[in-house]
């Protein structure tokens, strides 16, 4: 079965504090994996999408990388801005496109 | 340019009554999705629409739900009769052109049947 594991479920850090989110995925043939950002009563926003192992993609204080079973999302010198909930999901060529398996996210909080 | 739009941002409604959920791709969006992540669960895949055409609606959760895309614009989710399980934010998303293209999300519409 399908299935994507975020790691840990909330992260506290002090500003500055650099540290890394994990997701676990099984899915049948990898289409995509998707970073998203959720604020609290917002909908998901789009961060990155990796589509093979040893893929690597940056934005500002963020990296994301890919291996075969797993994605990180590497934080580099957070800020409180960077407090948000993180999600992570998978597309597989066993669903269409945007069939994707989401993991439950983790909610970033970066203290000041 | 216009993002994902989704109405109502709320609702309530008593089991048994009828909400539809409205959403307004990005314009020139093909690719037209619907979400929901009820309390306590991860966001889960309902259909998705390529133009006025369901391409996947293996996530529907039952024949309560109907999605309707005319024209292959706007799209509709109406639920009949709700229930209590019911509960929880929808959300729409679009994309355009074919596999692995960027997959952009409303802002939700969140539905309590009470």
């Known amino acids: 079965e399908d299935q994507v594991t975020q790691s840990p479920e909330a992260l506290r850090l002090q500003e500055g504090e650099s540290s890394s989110l994990n997701c676990s995925y099984t899915v049948s043939g990898l289409r995509g994996l998707f970073w998203y950002r959720q604020d609290p009563g917002k909908g998901p926003e789009f961060l990155f999408t990796l589509y093979s192992a040893g893929e690597e993609k940056e934005k500002e204080r963020l990296k994301a990388t890919l291996t075969k079973k797993e994605s990180f999302l590497h934080i580099t010198a957070p800020k409180p801005e960077d407090s948000a909930t993180y999600l992570c999901?998978?597309?597989?060529?066993?669903?269409?496109?945007?069939?994707?398996?989401f993991g439950k996210g983790t909610k970033l909080s970066v203290k000041p | 340019e216009a993002g994902v739009t989704q109405f109502p941002s709320h609702s309530v409604i008593e089991k048994g009554q009828t909400v539809t959920l409205r959403c307004d791709p990005i314009?020139?969006?093909?690719?037209l999705y619907w979400y929901r992540r009820v309390m306590g669960k991860e966001i889960k895949f309902l259909l998705h629409?390529?133009?006025?055409?369901?391409?996947?609606e293996s996530g529907m959760p039952n024949n309560r739900f109907l999605a309707e895309r005319t024209g292959g614009t706007y799209s509709t989710l109406k639920v009949q009769p709700a229930e209590l399980e019911d509960s929880g934010v929808y959300f729409c998303a679009s994309s355009q052109g074919s596999s692995g293209n960027t997959i952009y999300f409303g802002e939700g519409s969140w539905l309590t049947v009470v």
């Open positions: 314009s020139g969006h093909d690719n």
């Open positions: 629409f390529v133009k006025e055409s369901k391409q996947d």
């Open positions: 999901a998978a597309g597989g060529y066993g669903g269409s496109q945007g069939n994707l398996i």
